[in-house]
């Protein structure tokens, strides 16, 4: 009896266990499914997430080290530039010396990288190049020193100093046109063009300067020149090592001539011109004034900016006007009645005079739109950014292409054709900027306007010029500037 009794027992723990085996695995199944689903979703979250993380933008990287580099510089950049945007569309990337980059080209991205995430994009220049304009220039900047130096910059070429300068810009540009023309000789206007804008230079940022340390500037600051485009090689004799020797020198003549204005105390009287702002800054942040050398590097930051550009501009001015004969009828109709109404010159332009010059303004926005003397500038992303779905990654080049621009037929119609008149409308916001945009935009726009309608103001009154040789084309110098920068014969009409 007892032992049936426990076989019964028994056969029931069986059947108990095996019931509990089949709840068991059912669980585990159970559980087993959830974890697969829960695999599935994760594994799926994955996919859409990569599915949305930005790409690089479409383009080529070229060939392993040299990238791109050699087809950029053996042909003319632009139509570089307006190949790959035609192929890839307004954002690209590409690979050019050593460096990767994204390049822009619409209005929408320009203004992201230059004015609304600025902060996002340091403006960047080759070390060689800093070492010899100066580390301190504003330029080379970014944030809070950029910022209080930009307050600094800003007044000294503000309309109001600016038209005090006229009556010695108009001594300048007199005795520059003299000068091309007395010979009778074949000059290279850009060259002719460049004494004239240093000289304009050097007024704008020290007012009166004596002419023994002018002339140490300029003889210093034309060695200093040549070697901004040569290849950064300390060998001896070599345009480099001269330049570097040449900026030394500058920084002792800078450091004298800030020297002898402390001792004149005339600090407070010509407060107005860029050096006197320049010594007399206190830096609100640290209490301290700028160094000597802070100084000198601003100085030949100027110099750098103000020289090569305007001149460019003017030449490619020069050769518009001379190429187009009933353009430069009208040009010469609207500056002859400022010229008669100011006795034929006895008297000096004012400054509303200069800006009643709607023709020659017109001549001039062309000629910028036209010549593109900045064709683009350089940034360089400081963290990964995105826009409109495309990766920029941290440290990249990022070039705003404002010939892109400039030169878009949505924008400008027959952009090729050199026609002033399309500026007696307005065009559309943000695709034209041929002096920047945003925080690093040229300071020296109104100064690089007003010497170029005072300069043309003298020419078509009382010169004429004829161009030498009939070669259109463009060299890069780095700047764009017309064949062996037009050669031409300057004489004053009798
Ligand atoms: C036709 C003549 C000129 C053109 C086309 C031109 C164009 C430009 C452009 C496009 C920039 C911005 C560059 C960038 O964003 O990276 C710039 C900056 C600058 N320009 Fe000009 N410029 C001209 C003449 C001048 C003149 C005459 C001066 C001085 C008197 C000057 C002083 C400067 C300075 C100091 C900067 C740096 C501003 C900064 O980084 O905050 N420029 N220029």
Redesign the pocket.
Known sequence: MESEATRKVALLAVKILRLRDREMESIILLYSAFCALLLVILLIKKWRSSLQRPTLPPGSMGLPYVGETLLLYSQNPDTFFATRQKRYGEIFKTHILGCPCVMLGSPEAIRYV?VTQAHLFK?TYPKSKEKLIGPSA??FHHGDY?TRM?KL?QPS?SQNVIRNLIPQIEAIATCALDSMSCTGKVVNTFHEMKKFTFEV?VL?IFGYLDTSYKEMLKKNYHVLDRGYNSFSIRLPGSSYTKSVTARRRLDQILCEIIEKRREKKRVDDEKDDLLGRLMNFKDEKYGKYLTDYQIADNVI??LF??QD??AS?LTWILKYIHDDSKLLEAVKEEQKVIYEANDRGQRGLTRAQTRNMPLTDRVIMES?RMAN??SF?FREAVEDVEYNGFLIPKGWKVLPLFRNLHHNPHFFTDPHVFDPSRFEVGHKPNTFM???NG???????E??KLEILILIHHLVNKFRWEVVGSKNGVQYNPYPIPWRGLPAKFWKES
């Open positions: 230059l403006p504003l330029f950029h930009r910059f070429f230079a704008s930051g100027v900016a103000a550009t305007t501009l910028l003397v900045i500038t041929p002096f920047g925080v690093h935009a040229c300071p020296g726009n100064v690089a």
